[in-house]
Every structure is written in C-alpha cells, then in structure tokens.
C-alpha cells in the first residue's frame, strides 16, 4: 500500500493558539523544512536527559536528527509550538507505518514541562492523522520515562507493553477527545 495519508494535506497554513497551563500563549503550526534551523537550536538547549529519552541517546548527533525532524514527506506530519515571541516550545511527529497506523514522538522545552504543552501537540497530531485515516497512533518509550508515559496514559488511556527492551505504546488517534474532556483548559475543540 502506498504512503500517501499526509500527502493531500490541506491544512498547512492552519495555525491554532492555545493557552497553556502558566497562562501563555503558543502557536501550533504543520513544521516545514525552511524551520530546520530553529529546531536544531530548539533540540541542541534541550536537557541531556531530555535528548536521551527522546532520541534513547544522550549522544545523538543534533545537526542530524533536526535534518530528521524536520523532514518533510506524505508519510508524516510534523507540529511545531510557537511561543508568544515566535521560539520553537515544542515538537511532536508522526511518522505512517502502515495505511492505519502511524508512530508518534513530542518533545517540549525544559522549562515548559508540566504546562499541557507535550498533551495538547499530541492532541492536536492525532486530530489531524485521524482526518487523514490513521485511526492509530503507537510509541517505543523508554522505561523510565514516566511523564511520556504519564501523558500517553493520562490523556488518551493508552495500552502499554513492554518489548523488546521499550514500552510499546498504542492508543486510537479518536483518544484525542478523551484529553480534551480531562484538560479542556488547554485542549480546545478542533
Ligand atoms: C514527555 C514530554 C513531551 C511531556 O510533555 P509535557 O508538556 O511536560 O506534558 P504535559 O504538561 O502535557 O504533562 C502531562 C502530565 O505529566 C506530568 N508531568 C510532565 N512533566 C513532568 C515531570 N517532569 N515530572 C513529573 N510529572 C510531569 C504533568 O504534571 C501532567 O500530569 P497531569 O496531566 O496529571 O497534570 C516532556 O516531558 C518532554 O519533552 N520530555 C523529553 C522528551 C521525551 O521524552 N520525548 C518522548 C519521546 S517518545
């Protein structure tokens, strides 16, 4: 089956604020390739231990894995959040595994955790993957990272399994308004 969910994706100039629990404002916009210098910046000032739980390696090779990330292409579609002065926040992914099945990946700025931000950009991917037909998103989460594994299980109920050395992670993309009715604070309706 060809990889072409996100290919007709007629959103792109879609932007959305939200306010976050601190009670700023970002922006939540489709990433594109021109935005790949701002987010090597964005990885490069995140924590070490921030860096390994989300690459599984202190030591990944940032210039690379902003090239990755900002890849753009009909198998993904990547989100950037915007603070009120136009800085990269936070980052989430997904990537189509199969014509139903997409694997999903946030990361958010050191001093923003706990604000509603890692929530609301996965609610936000999973509105618009279950638009374009993926009715699943799965995850491979290190062990010990429970506020990845907190905002997967808090907000959407997700199924979690260990394998092959990970917490396998699956959860229907139609979670997503099951986190906007536990934070309708921060998630607002699409
Ligand atoms: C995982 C991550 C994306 C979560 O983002 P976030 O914006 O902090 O998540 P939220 O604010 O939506 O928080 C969700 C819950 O986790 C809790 N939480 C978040 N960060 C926490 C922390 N550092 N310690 C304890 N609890 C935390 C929040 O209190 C919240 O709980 P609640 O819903 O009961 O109030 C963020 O911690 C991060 O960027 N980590 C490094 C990168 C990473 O691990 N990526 C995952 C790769 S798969």
Redesign the pocket.
Known sequence: MSRVAFSHFDDADDQRSSRL?DGSTVTVRRCIAADEPALRAFLQA?SL???R??FFTGAVDIATAAHLTAATGPDRLGLLALDERGEIV?HALCIELDPSRAE???????R??????????VVQLAVLAERHGISRFV????AD????L??FR??FDAQVAWREGVEAVEFPTSAWRLARE??PE?VRAP
């Open positions: 629990r995140l231990k921030a860096r739980l989300r936070g999903v990946a946030v990361e958010v700025a050191d923003l955790h706990g604000q509603g931000l890692g929530t609301l950009l995850a491979e989460v290190l990272n429970d506020e990845m907190d905002v808090d907000g536990r934070y921060v």
